[in-house]
Antibody, heavy 117, light 108 residues
């Protein structure tokens, strides 16, 4: 069955960096776009970034453009999000999700990123 | 940017009752609208895609309808496990696939 497992979250000071990882299994990872979606505490969902199946096409939300970098390693069935210049408003649970024609059809359990001094 | 508005913000109902949730888009999204369910402490789960198609494993009591700017998610008879937050999402404006703010269905 499809599984997505995020890791790498934690507490970081404003201006700091963090790298999130998402390990995928149960499907042909290299066939799918992947996404990062976040949810601030008690708030709604916000898409952060998408990456094409080959990694050649990438999109970012304006709120993270220039600070976050999405990447993937299809040989390792892994998705990454490098987050730099973190701000308090980046505090959220970060989910990785598989993107299909149906929507974001499978999600990981999420990893919490807290930006605070 | 396409803005999605959901109403009501909270819906208080009893098990067995019918739930009707609304999602309105600021411009037409054709039928490119999905619904997700999120329970406390869990990731969202895809329920409905392309406005009216149930995702794999979703019970028949969940149905979606609409096109253009107005959409509805209906739960025909609420089960205890259906009390959750429901989000709509449009995929018409790729890649900016915005979500609505959510409707919480809680127990009356």
């Amino acid at each position: 069955q499809v599984q997505l497992v995020e890791s790498g979250g934690g507490l970081v000071k404003p201006g700091g960096s963090l790298r999130l990882s998402c390990a995928a299994s149960g499907f042909t990872f290299s066939d799918y776009y992947m996404s990062w979606i976040r949810q601030a505490p008690g708030k709604g969902l916000e898409w952060v970034s998408y990456i094409s199946s080959s990694g050649s096409t990438i999109y970012y939300a304006d709120s993270v453009k220039g600070r976050f970098t999405i990447s993937r390693d299809n040989a390792k069935n892994s998705l990454y999000l490098q987050m730099n210049s973190l701000r308090a408003e980046d505090t959220a649970v970060y989910y990785c999700a598989r993107v299909s024609l149906l929507g974001d059809d499978y999600w990981g359990q999420g990893t919490l990123v807290t930006v605070s001094s | 940017e396409i803005v999605l508005t959901q109403s009501p913000a909270t819906l208080s109902l009893s098990p067995g009752e019918r739930a009707t949730l609304s999602c309105r888009a600021s411009q037409s999204v054709s039928s490119y609208l999905a619904w997700y369910q999120q329970k406390p402490g869990q990731a969202p789960r895809l329920l409905i895609y392309d406005a009216s198609n149930r995702a794999t494993g979703i019970p028949a009591r969940f149905s979606g309808s609409g096109s253009g700017t107005d959409f509805t998610l209906t739960i025909s008879s609420l089960e205890p496990e259906d009390f959750a937050v429901y989000y709509c999402q449009q995929r018409s404006n790729w890649p900016n696939r915005t979500f609505g703010p959510g409707t919480k269905v809680d127990i009356k």
